[in-house]
């Protein structure tokens, strides 16, 4: 299990990133990595629930970023999967309250 540094997992970002429907199926089975992600990696985060909230790719389609709900609003945990490799890239938590300041008030994704 990897966790990303901010500067690989910005890497795995283009200009352009395309929403996929969270009903469309996943290129590959990640959830056996999801399971294996040692605890001190969700920073107090609980994302038991297991509710894929959101997936992004990118336009040439190389990486998806599978957002995963947790218990706190715009909170996530990113897995960011090699599509062409159907494997995981690796995983980060991604706060966008705190990588953007966002306002507490204003609605989720």
Known sequence: ????????????FTMRMIRIPTTDPPPFDFWDYFEEIP???????DCTGGHVDA?????????????????VRN?????????PDKSVYGHRILDLKQATRLDPNEPSL
Do not use: C, K, N
């Open 39 to 45: 605890p001190v990696d969700f920073r107090g985060f």
């Open 75 to 83: 909170a996530f945990m990113a897995l960011v999967l090699i599509v």
């Open 55 to 71: 997936v992004w790719q990118t336009s040439g389609g190389r990486y998806q970023h599978v957002l995963i709900r947790t218990h």
């Open 1 to 12: 299990m990897r966790m990303l540094t901010e500067g690989e997992f910005q890497a795995t």
